[in-house]
């Protein structure tokens, strides 16, 4: 038997139509599972290899009824999720609205509300609802993204090449939200052989701007922000049965970023 053998289990992932989202399909598909991605946005199709292993499903994963929705048509195509990939987020990257990327004193209220309800509501929704079904087959595998600024505080001095930039607080405070969240679950959903992780993942390359990469990457011990698809093996890894003993977890892969 091998324990990494992910072949046709079935794995809900939100936020499967962004960029790492279509990258985590992809990679999964190509080595057997099904993908079931609830996202509000229509997915680029291009890069799926074999689209009977492939369900898109429109859903706000901030709405309890959407989730719900989605999916009992996953059950009825496919069976119950093997495993639950909460990756949809919300950030505020450089070019937003002066007042979100402004001095904190003066941050948005909705702002926050907007943010934390995709980062942190989501995944207790999508948990609870996805998770009461794994608990019927005392089954299944949960991983709950995360960032590095969850850990950790931005390096503001990164982003002081641009003018009247900070960056904001809600995505670091709803980032770290998910730790306690996936703690929680580990140990109530133990006895029912339902695994709970976080995945703490660093910056990727995105063709962001030259300086912002050589402020970003003087602070990671490999020198680089991340490749798209690097990954993809660590999913895969909490999703097979080489983890099976692992839970409660916090897995960091930031190319060494909180190490210093």
């Given at each position: 038997m091998n324990d990494f053998d992910?072949?046709?289990?079935?794995?809900?992932?939100?936020g499967g139509s962004g960029k790492l989202g279509s990258i985590y399909s992809q990679y999964l598909i190509s080595n057997g599972a099904i993908v079931c991605n609830f996202d509000l946005t229509e997915p680029d199709q291009s890069g799926i290899m074999d689209e009977k292993k492939y369900l898109f499903l429109k859903t706000d994963v901030t709405k309890k009824d959407e989730i719900s929705n989605s999916l009992n048509l996953v059950c009825e195509k496919f069976g119950s999720p093997s495993a639950l990939i909460n990756n949809a987020a919300l950030d505020s990257p450089p070019g937003d609205d002066e007042k979100i990327n402004g001095p904190f004193e003066d941050y948005p209220e909705d702002a926050w509300d907007k943010v934390m309800e995709v980062n942190l509501k989501s995944i207790f929704?999508?948990?609870?609802?996805?998770?009461?079904?794994?608990?019927?087959?005392?089954?299944?595998?949960?991983?709950?993204?995360?960032?590095?600024?969850?850990?950790?505080?931005?390096?503001?001095?990164?982003?002081?090449?641009?003018?009247?930039?900070?960056?904001?607080?809600?995505?670091?405070?709803?980032?770290?939200?998910?730790?306690?969240?996936?703690?929680?679950?580990?140990?109530?959903?133990?006895?029912?052989?339902?695994?709970v992780n976080t995945l703490t993942l660093g910056g990727v390359h995105d063709n962001q701007d030259k300086q912002f990469i050589e402020n970003y990457s003087n602070k990671v011990p490999l020198g680089r922000l991340a490749k798209k698809s690097e990954y993809n093996g660590v999913i895969h890894f909490l999703i097979s049965e080489a983890s099976s003993y692992i839970t409660g977890s916090n897995i960091v892969s930031d190319g060494g970023w909180t190490a210093w």
């Open positions: 992910i072949k046709n289990k079935i794995i809900i992932l939100t929704l999508t948990c609870q609802i996805v998770g009461k079904e794994m608990v019927k087959n005392k089954s299944g595998s949960i991983i709950n993204i995360s960032s590095h600024y969850g850990l950790i505080s931005p390096d503001q001095r990164i982003y002081n090449y641009r003018e009247n930039f900070n960056k904001p607080i809600a995505y670091s405070a709803s980032k770290s939200g998910i730790f306690n969240l996936t703690r929680y679950l580990s140990t109530y959903w133990g006895p029912k052989n339902i695994r």
